[in-house]
């Protein structure tokens, strides 16, 4: 049985390039750190070519902890969250709830390397939702709420607490206010 979190190959070939969007802006927080390990970097390319329709799905699913594994490589919070941010992307190929891993993870790599945390995590937020496509919005809408299904990242585990969560938490809200008004 498929997880509610998943949506069809067509959706998550759809959110993958919003995603990939989202992790390449903070990618620059890891390569600093990490010059010469390209997994971040080739994670959010593979994203991008799988939202594309250029890469396969199950390529892609047995691929999809490789640039989360990048995180490895860095020191500060702020590259960590950036490669994470890049590992949820490359899942999305499994699982399109991923998609929100990787806007939040961006988001909190942002805030991080700020002075004003909040305003940067919201800052950033902004600009996915601005940048997020009325097909994306769509697909991210039939996801389950952040907390209410246990079969994917959006159920337990990092995504569904501290300023993740608020992060998803938004998203979800501006996505569900967003539908209801049109």
Known sequence: M????SLSEAERRL????????AERVLPLFTVEAPDDDRARDGITRARSFGH??????????NRFVAGRAAQSARSPEAIAAARSAGQASGVAHMAAH???AAAYAAKAASLSANDQDAARREEVRWQLAHMSDDVRAALARLPLLG??????????????????TTIREI???ISSDATAT
């Open 99 to 101: 998609a929100l891993g």
């Open 15 to 22: 959110v993958a390039t919003w995603a990939a969007d989202c």
């Open 2 to 5: 498929s997880s509610p979190q």
């Open 148 to 165: 209410e299904n246990s079969s994917g990242p959006l159920g337990h585990g990092l995504l569904t607490s501290g300023a993740l969560a």
């Open 53 to 62: 329709g250029e890469r396969d799905t199950a390529d892609e699913i047995r």
């Open 172 to 174: 979800q809200q501006y």
